[in-house]
């Protein structure tokens, strides 16, 4: 395949993740079968980990100790950004290779799944003009990087200031007293990290990688690792040439030695009526600190995503971390400031934290590590471990630790990395007739399999009803996470493949609705 050749996005069964093939191809691995490499984690890194080494021609499987996205990678910011914070902080680098990817998600790999998003930036007191002057530096600087990787500005548009009359259409919920101006800006936005993972393990497979999940892995050894299977509790051992250890927060537990510094991103969530149903995200800046602000993000289900922190995480990572009181009351406290009606936590109906896996470096604060990811090879077991980045340059991480593996690997055979010409299950294109009468959830949800996931209530027409009030999540979504996207339980739906799950009483509502689709869910 030449650089400017773009393959099809890949469709129909050899795309369905179920509880049936997870069966029969954790048997196939544990009768014996030996794959050129086994990813662990199915998070955005493992699962573009799986892709890039599938769509070169290696034998894959990826094991997973949970669901797919279940942790950092369900806790995003749920961006697709450039990265104009790094360049305030001289890492042209790790900005340059955000704009760059982001150019990919939005025009290759997954254009059903990144809108443009509209960034308002208020500037109130005098104080703030200094700030503001260098931040839209950054933003032009933005402009100029996203020109040159190839994204047209009717895509994104370039910044412009605006005055506070125009600022308050898109935020309609800042305060009017003392505003002065604003910049817009543009970034991308994703539908939703974990469709994001989904998407890429379900390409994945159709390549022809095994997608094992609710399987644990105790150990790793030089020829594969030994697993635990979740679902019976069985130990096993899983035959590999080569392991890549894609877990995140986590990878120190596999692999000693490797020493990170997590950072923990809190997030709140508001009813987005209660600032006014804004069209534009919101950036407050921080006063005397440049690069730092917190944002209020509309997102499509209705609601507001407030973030974000970057607070040091000290002992044992949990699987679900808790957003400190102290997190919250900072961001709250910092978004009121530029609020007509201040927020209180009584105005927050969900709450959760993402954990990113910063390599240690001896940075005074974990806002200073750099975000650019570190490729490890553990020299006792081979194993290679891919930690750091975040969720908008996964598939360069993927494409370096699998680099890697194949520059240590004489006994394996491997094409060149064609992932930037891979489009993601869904991505295919769509037409206006093809999805006559097709919910327009469905289609932001699954791109060009909407018409697909609708027929699949052809006999059950309720399906294309919301499954709680409130909501737009439809019950066909429920149907298609079973039978093609690896759901083996209703919390996997809840909380991975609909959202739902994060806020608690949409989630209680919901349970039930989820659980029928399995039987007997175990607690």
């Not at 877990?247 to 692999?255: M, N, P």
Request: glycine share 10%; hydrophobic share 45%; net charge neutral.
């Amino acid at each position: 395949m030449s650089p400017q050749t773009v393959a099809a996005a890949p469709s129909g069964p050899s795309t369905f993740l179920n509880a049936a093939r997870r069966s029969a191809e954790l048997e196939a691995l544990v009768d014996g079968e030996t794959v050129d490499v086994l990813v662990i984690g199915g998070g955005v890194t493992g699962a573009g980990v799986a892709l890039d080494a599938a769509t070169r021609g290696l034998s894959v499987a990826l094991v997973e100790r949970q669901d797919l996205a279940s942790g950092t990678s369900r806790f995003s910011s749920k961006l697709a950004h450039g990265g104009i914070r790094y360049l305030a902080k001289g890492q042209l680098g790790v900005a340059w290779e955000s704009a760059s990817e982001r150019h990919l998600l939005s025009t290759v790999t997954a254009p059903h799944l990144v809108r443009a998003m509209p960034i308002v930036t208020p500037v109130y007191a005098r104080s703030e003009e200094k700030i503001a002057k260098l931040t839209e530096v950054g933003f032009r600087m933005g402009d100029k990087m996203r020109a040159a990787v190839g994204t047209p500005s009717s895509r994104l548009p370039s910044t412009r200031r605006i005055g506070a009359a125009e600022t308050r259409l898109w935020a309609p919920g800042l305060n009017a007293a003392g505003l002065r101006r604003a910049l817009l800006s543009w970034d991308g936005q994703l539908e939703d990290d974990a469709r994001l993972v989904t998407a890429l393990a379900r390409t994945a497979a159709s390549y022809g990688a095994r997608v094992i999940t609710r399987c644990a892995v105790r150990a790793i050894e030089r020829g594969g690792v030994q697993v635990q299977d979740g679902l019976t509790g069985l130990h096993h051992e899983i035959r590999a040439r080569r392991v890549i250890n894609a877990t995140g927060v986590w990878a120190g537990e596999l692999i000693p030695g490797i020493e990170l510094a997590p950072s923990q991103g809190s997030h709140l969530l508001i009813d987005a009526a209660r600032l006014g149903n804004p069209r534009a995200m919101t950036n407050v800046m921080l006063p005397g600190v440049l690069g730092r602000v917190v944002f209020v993000i509309p997102r499509p289900d209705n609601l507001l995503l407030v973030g974000l922190t970057d607070t040091p995480v000290d002992g044992p990572i949990e699987d679900e971390p808790a957003v400190p009181a102290a997190d919250e009351a900072y961001l709250l406290d910092a978004v009121s400031r530029v609020l007509e009606t201040p927020l209180s936590s009584g105005d927050v109906v969900g709450r959760f934290a993402g954990l990113r896996p910063l390599l240690r470096s001896g940075a005074d604060s974990t806002a200073d590590i750099s975000r650019r990811h570190t490729v490890l090879e553990d020299p006792s077991t081979g194993a290679i471990t891919v930690v750091g980045g975040k969720l908008t340059t996964y598939r360069r991480m993927a494409q370096d630790a699998v680099d890697l593996l194949v520059r240590r690997s004489q006994d394996l055979t491997a094409g060149p990395c064609i992932t930037a010409q891979t489009p993601l299950v869904g991505a295919g294109p769509v037409s206006p007739a093809q999805n006559h009468n097709v919910p327009a959830v469905l289609v932001r949800h699954f791109g060009s399999e909407a018409a697909e996931i609708a027929a699949l209530a052809a006999d059950r027409p309720e399906l294309l009803q919301p499954v709680i009030d409130g909501s737009e999540v439809l019950g066909v979504e429920f149907e298609a996470a079973v039978e093609r996207e690896g759901a083996l339980q209703g919390d996997d739906i809840l909380d991975r493949r609909t959202r739902l799950g994060l806020v608690p009483a949409r989630r209680a509502a919901a349970q039930a609705s989820a659980d029928e689709f399995f039987g007997a869910v175990p607690a």
